[in-house]
């Protein structure tokens, strides 16, 4: 019977919260035999639901029941010796589950990493060491010669110690420590021991530039707020070459000298050996964490970062979870990208987690970016967040001169070349001077629609509402969203026609374009198709610095962060991809990836340009980002996203359903959003509801897709609609539902 009444003033109940969408935690009591093992921030095993069913759940909380006539169950077993997670942690876990509207044990699953939970690349050992008995009457034991040896090396040792250890210490074999232990005195731990270790080789020491004035003057600011101790969140808008990272690495440095720790998050295609290189040569001791570590290798980071061992910190999204027991300062660089956000539960936004993180430990917080998001500047501009501005590029380099090309007129792009007239001739001048080129292209494969002149169908996944991809190389139509791979057809499915065309470029018939017509030039494809294999990126960027590559041409895996002084010449072959997206953020991502882009160019006394292609050039966004005015952007998207009342001057909740059949969906959606209205009106809540409607791709690996929308001022009034709706929702067999809190994924 797990049941147990709950009277006895002595009895201790804890509460445990599951890996479920859950909002509230449940109460379990503590049979005594668990009683010294059990603590906060540990893994129990607990029986739930009508049928009992042992489900594995996060103690938050040990005290004494609450409701001492209700019946309680039992918990069953506890199955971490030591705390995953720290009390801060707990308070950051519980923060995330009430501002992204899911529950706090699923939190904590998502942020404990499995390699962490299952205490990889350790295992026990046995250990021996003196008992209390042996000890005592040390002096008066009969002992052999070699027993006598074997048992000073543990008395003298202080902590107890394997039995090769012992052996080797006191020169004898197995067989006295046994003895020992048979006549009690001596007895066994088992104790937990680390099978390897990830240590780095340390990098050449190099030294600190002499920041330019900018940077001191940021410095002096950034200074300031670290030695006040206070948490702060600093915006260092600096423009692509402005000496951000140094910027960084000063402020850490400073940090450091209190012996705290710092988080460096970046997005994970910035996580270079370049990146790395520019921390490890400035800091003794940097862990690097990135998606392909292995779970030993990221336990024995976690552990070593928890030890304190560790200086710095650098990693994607993740490792703003970093047990850093001192944190002193967490950086993002890049904060506009949109890969900070989760798009699985929990959808935390990295900088809104490292913002209360840096809240709850009274530190500060530094947002990097050239190019900021809406959302970061509106909170400078109503003067939450400071502004720390860096103008100019280092060493008093200009921003490279943008031409933005018209394709709509050029006579090699309507023949159906990727490189139009002026591109191309731009290349070959650079290349001619023995500078690089970096062409950009957000389409990878080889065209980007396989499509029927008869009746103007192109060919989609049978799975999802998305037109396949052809692969050239593989020679198969691939679905871009489910990853299914098909023979592209030689028919039309919808009239039978026989001649499919192959329309548009992706960057497998860019590469081909780009070898006919600069035969004999070394040139190298950057895109997730080609960079499969660990290390290929790493090859590629390596011969690219060496100039034994001259072009180097993909997709958003150039746009950034690369810092090559000898390219001369970036070419961006179609501007448009991001423009007519359905999102509210289409004209933002396009300015972003423009000046991105630019930003890899004119990088040393050599200069640089750059080519833009569109077939609307008189698109603001392209248009500003042309001319390098982030502040004339933000400015006009400011005003329209607030005539439109979307972020950053609205909050949204976007609710997601996906099922098998479309009319339970649809209806599904029709249902939780009128209730939500409903409700709303009850309790004189000010949220609007946005839909339902079909999701932009209306159909993902099989299943129907409708959203709706929640938008208020704040999300305060959301939040506080929905957790009272949640638990009245009605049920839908096979249609399942997410809500997704500051939506950055529309589609
Ligand atoms: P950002 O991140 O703002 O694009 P980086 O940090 O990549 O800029 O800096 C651009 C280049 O300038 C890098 O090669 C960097 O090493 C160099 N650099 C930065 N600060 C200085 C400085 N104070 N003196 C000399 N070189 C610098
Ligand atoms: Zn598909």
Redesign the pocket.
Same mark, same amino acid.
Do not use: C, H, W, Y
């Given at each position: 019977m797990p049941w147990e009444t709950a009277e006895s003033a002595d009895v201790l109940a804890a509460q445990v919260v599951l890996n479920k969408p859950l909002a509230t935690a449940y109460t379990y009591l503590v049979p005594s035999e668990l009683r010294e093992q059990i603590g906060v921030g540990q893994r129990v095993r607990v029986p739930f639901g009508r049928g009992d069913r042992a489900e594995i759940g996060y103690v938050i909380d040990l005290g004494p029941p609450q409701a001492t006539s209700r019946k309680l169950k039992r918990v069953l077993d506890v199955l971490d010796r030591e705390p995953l997670v720290t009390p801060k942690m707990l308070q950051l876990t519980r923060w995330i589950a009430d501002y992204y509207l899911c529950g706090w044990g699923q939190v904590l699953h998502g942020v404990v990493p499995a390699g962490v939970r299952k205490l990889s690349g350790t295992r026990l050992l046995t250990h021996f060491r003196p008992t209390a008995l042996g000890k005592q009457a040390y002096e008066a034991l009969s002992l052999s010669k070699k027993q006598r040896a074997a048992f000073e090396v543990l008395l003298s040792a202080n902590q107890p110690l394997r039995g090769e250890e012992i052996a080797t210490a006191a020169d004898c074999g197995t067989g006295p420590i046994n003895a020992l232990k048979h006549k009690g005195y001596v007895e066994v731990v088992r104790l937990r021991e680390e099978t390897a270790s990830y240590e780095t080789e340390a990098a050449e020491a190099e030294t600190d530039?002499? &920041?330019?004035e900018e940077?001191q003057n940021a410095l002096t600011e950034i200074h300031r707020t670290l030695r006040a101790g206070e948490h702060r969140t600093i915006l260092l808008h600096?423009? #692509?070459?402005?000496?951000? #990272?140094?910027?960084y690495i000063q402020a850490i440095r400073e940090i450091v000298s209190y012996g705290r720790q710092a988080i460096v998050l970046v997005p994970e295609i910035s996580l270079t050996p370049q990146t790395i290189r520019?921390f490890r040569t400035r800091f003794d001791s940097v862990a690097v964490l990135h998606s392909h570590l292995s779970d030993s290798e990221r336990h024995w980071h976690w552990t070593q970062i928890a030890a304190g061992k560790v200086q710095v910190v650098v990693g994607a999204r993740s490792a703003v979870f970093a047990p850093c027991p001192h944190l002193g300062l967490i950086i993002i660089?890049e904060e506009h990208e949109t890969t900070f956000k989760q798009d699985s539960v929990p959808r935390y936004h990295a900088r809104e987690v490292a913002r209360e993180r840096s809240r709850l430990e009274d530190v500060p917080l530094i947002l990097?970016s &050239?190019t900021p998001t809406l959302e970061s500047w509106h909170r400078v501009q109503t003067g939450e967040d400071q502004l720390i501005s860096?103008h100019k !590029?280092?060493?008093k380099l200009p921003l490279p001169p943008v031409v933005v090309v018209d394709v709509r007129n050029d006579p090699l792009v309507r023949k159906g070349s990727a490189i139009g007239r002026a591109l191309g001739s731009a290349m070959r001048l650079a290349l001619q001077d023995g500078g690089q080129v970096i062409l950009f292209l957000n389409i990878r494969g080889f065209s980007p629609a396989i499509w029927c002149p008869a009746c103007g169908a192109s060919v989609k996944c049978r799975d999802c509402d998305i037109t396949l991809t052809w692969h050239k190389d593989k020679r198969k139509a691939l679905c871009h969203s489910c990853g299914i791979e098909e023979d592209a057809p030689r028919i039309c499915p919808s009239c039978g026609n026989n001649a499919m065309r192959q329309v548009g470029t992706g960057t497998q018939k860019l590469e081909e374009e780009v070898r006919a017509k600069f035969a004999g030039i070394t040139c190298a494809r950057m895109d997730s198709d080609a960079m499969k294999k660990p290390g290929s990126h790493d090859t590629v960027l390596t011969a690219f610095r060496h100039g034994e590559i001259r072009i180097l041409l993909g997709t958003q895996m150039i746009a950034k962060?690369l810092?090559f002084?000898n390219v001369t010449l970036v070419g961006v072959i179609d501007a448009d991809t991001l423009l007519h997206q359905p999102d509210l953020r289409a004209s933002e991502r396009t300015f972003q990836l423009i000046a991105q882009v630019a930003?890899r160019t004119g !990088?040393s006394s050599k200069g640089g340009r750059v080519f833009v292609q569109s077939a609307s050039p008189s698109e603001p966004a392209i248009r500003r980002a042309s001319e390098h005015d982030y502040l004339g952007f933000v400015t006009d998207e400011m005003r329209d996203r607030e005539s439109m009342a979307v972020p950053p001057f609205r909050s949204l909740a976007r609710v997601i359903l996906r099922g098998d059949n479309e009319t339970a969906v649809r209806t599904h959606a029709q249902e939780m959003a009128k209730l939500l209205q409903k409700t709303g009106e009850q309790r004189s809540l000010a949220v609007e509801i946005l839909g339902p409607a079909p999701a932009p791709i209306a159909k993902l690996k099989g299943q129907y897709r409708y959203h709706f929308q929640l938008s208020a001022e704040g999300l305060d009034p959301i939040r506080e609609l929905w957790r009272i709706v949640e638990s009245d929702l009605p049920a839908a067999a096979g249609v399942e539902y997410v809500v997704d809190v500051d939506p950055v994924n529309m589609r």
């Open positions: 530039f002499i &920041a330019n940077q600096g423009v #692509t070459g402005s000496g951000k #990272t140094e910027v520019r660089d990097g &050239a860096l !590029r280092v060493g962060g810092d002084p930003g !990088r």
